[in-house]
């Protein structure tokens, strides 16, 4: 059975840290590009980021790539567990939402594009809140 699971959600604190997994079952994870999104209360989602299938690059959507670069959001692969991880750190209460994981195999640098991709996950949910 073919399946993406996220887990590592919950409810944290201004400033705390999430480390947010995407776990495959039924195919090779390091096979495809993995992509993050999240979904704020009522708002449409929005990319947060991808790692390459192609050379494990990682991209940040426009308003996130500040962030990546400061080390706020990494996103990591581990083929041993067929997961890939979206570390968040010092996180704000605007990071709250529905955070989903995507899988596609021809996706790279055109990762935003949600509508191509194969897989995605159920989501978790990540409050930030004090």
């Known amino acids: 059975q073919v399946q993406l699971v996220e887990s590592g959600g919950g409810l944290v604190q201004p400033g705390g840290s999430l480390r947010l997994s995407c776990t495959a079952s039924?195919?090779?994870?390091?096979?495809?590009?993995v992509g993050w999104f999240r979904q704020a209360p009522g708002k449409g989602r929005e990319g947060v980021g991808s790692?390459?299938?192609?050379?494990?690059?990682?991209?940040?959507?426009?308003?996130l790539r500040e962030d990546a670069v400061r080390g706020r959001l990494t996103i990591s692969r581990d083929s041993a567990k067929n997961a890939v991880y979206l570390q968040m750190n010092s996180l704000k209460p605007e990071d709250t939402g529905v955070y989903y994981c995507?899988?596609?195999?021809?996706?790279?640098?055109?990762?935003?594009?949600?509508?191509?991709?194969?897989?995605w996950g159920q989501g978790t949910q990540v409050t930030v809140s004090s």
């Open positions: 995507a899988a596609d195999r021809e996706l790279d640098w055109n990762w935003w594009n949600q509508d191509e991709y194969d897989y």
């Open positions: 039924g195919f090779t994870l390091a096979d495809y590009t």
């Open positions: 790692i390459s299938r192609w050379d494990e690059n990682t991209y940040f959507g426009d308003a």
